[in-house]
């Protein structure tokens, strides 16, 4: 299974669906080895964005996934969050006007 960008609860319901699949675990099976109920399963893969997390955590487990944080690129942001804007507004101080 190659890494996978998850953005939503929808997005990672239908990976860990797609998963229980490939693996050949039935939602009643996977229920077993997580420890939850059939429906909790059911709304997990249905995108629940409530779902408690340490039962989502098991259901990495029990299909054999790891959760990784990947942190995303950034530009650089100036040390002063105004800074930006100081320079502009100086910049409008010095220009004359006709």
Same mark, same amino acid.
């Given at each position: 299974?190659?890494?996978?960008?998850?953005?939503?609860?929808?997005?990672?319901?239908?990976? !860990?669906? =797609?998963?229980?699949?490939?693996?050949? @675990?039935?939602?009643? +099976?996977?229920?077993? %080895?997580?420890?939850?109920?059939?429906?909790?399963?059911?709304?997990?893969?249905?995108?629940?964005?409530?779902?408690?997390?340490?039962?989502?955590?098991?259901? !990495?487990? =029990?299909?054999?996934?790891?959760?990784? @944080?990947?942190?995303? +690129?950034?530009?650089? %942001?100036?040390?002063?969050?105004?800074?930006?804007?100081d320079e502009v507004f100086?910049?409008?101080?010095?220009?004359?006007?006709?």
């Amino acid at each position: 299974m190659k890494d996978i960008t998850i953005k939503t609860a929808g997005a990672l319901g239908l990976q !860990l669906r =797609a998963r229980r699949l490939a693996i050949g @675990l039935s939602q009643a +099976a996977l229920a077993q %080895r997580v420890g939850v109920e059939r429906k909790w399963i059911v709304r997990l893969e249905a995108g629940n964005d409530t779902a408690e997390f340490d039962s989502v955590l098991r259901t !990495l487990e =029990a299909l054999n996934c790891d959760l990784i @944080l990947h942190p995303r +690129a950034t530009h650089p %942001r100036p040390a002063h969050p105004s800074g930006a804007l100081d320079e502009v507004f100086n910049q409008l101080k010095t220009q004359k006007t006709p």
